[in-house]
């Protein structure tokens, strides 16, 4: 909280992910969309923090008996653990975002409203 001080300073939880270093580069022009590796911008320390914490849920969600049905789950089928790692810790920080910018407590089965 302290790095990223007001997250209303930024528009959207891809905007701070993207602060941290947790999104794809892009080259892209004309409509055609090219990403590459993540980018690794920004704080350094607390982008640190987010992937080795997201390393310590896939540690501990294999284990988990409702673990095969997940999100994770399915993205460590299709890509190695690394990447599902990042990719963990990028979503983590949009929730960060989302969570500091409404100023809200953490509720685990949250599901928005359609408004």
Same mark, same amino acid.
């Given at each position: 909280? *302290?790095? &990223?001080?007001?997250?209303?300073?930024?528009?959207?939880? +891809? /905007? #701070?992910?993207?602060?941290?270093?947790?999104?794809? !580069?892009?080259? %892209?022009?004309?409509?055609? /969309?090219?990403?590459?590796?993540?980018? !690794?911008?920004?704080? @350094?320390?607390?982008?640190?923090?987010?992937?080795?914490?997201?390393?310590?849920?896939i +540690?501990?969600?294999?284990? !988990?008996?409702? =673990?095969?049905? @997940?999100?994770?789950? /399915? #993205?460590?089928?299709? +890509?190695?653990?690394? &990447?599902?790692?990042?990719?963990?810790?990028? !979503?983590? *920080?949009?929730?960060s975002?989302?969570? #500091?910018? /409404?100023?809200?407590? =953490?509720? $685990?089965? =949250?599901? $928005? %409203?359609?408004?």
């Amino acid at each position: 909280m *302290a790095s &990223i001080g007001d997250a209303k300073s930024f528009e959207s939880g +891809r /905007q #701070l992910a993207a602060w941290l270093g947790l999104v794809p !580069k892009q080259h %892209s022009s004309g409509g055609k /969309q090219l990403l590459l590796g993540i980018s !690794k911008h920004g704080d @350094t320390y607390l982008r640190t923090l987010l992937i080795h914490g997201a390393r310590a849920v896939i +540690r501990v969600a294999e284990r !988990k008996a409702g =673990y095969a049905q @997940t999100w994770l789950a /399915q #993205l460590i089928g299709r +890509r190695n653990k690394n &990447i599902a790692a990042v990719a963990l810790a990028n !979503k983590n *920080a949009r929730i960060s975002w989302a969570l #500091l910018a /409404q100023e809200r407590d =953490y509720q $685990p089965g =949250y599901e $928005p %409203s359609a408004a």
